[in-house]
């Protein structure tokens, strides 16, 4: 196992995993803010399940996302 290129191909994976994911939460409370299901202040609880298939590795990870 090259070390550099599995390290540099984590990187790249949890990237793309924070940016979508940030996208998508934006998107999600902005919505709901807008029409009224939110009100903006306090907290948005968040989870995201990590799943290694192939490695029987499966870790869910949840936080809250204060708003103000």
């Not at 948005?44 to 708003?67: H, N, Q, W």
């Amino acid at each position: 196992m090259n070390e550099e290129t599995f390290n540099l191909q984590i990187r790249k994976f949890l990237k793309k995993v924070g940016v979508t994911s940030q996208r998508e939460i934006e998107k999600a409370v902005r919505d709901a803010v807008a029409s009224g299901a939110l009100s903006g202040n306090g907290k948005v609880r968040a989870s995201v399940t990590l799943k290694l298939p192939d490695l029987g590795v499966e870790l869910d990870i949840d936080d809250d996302i204060a708003l103000d």
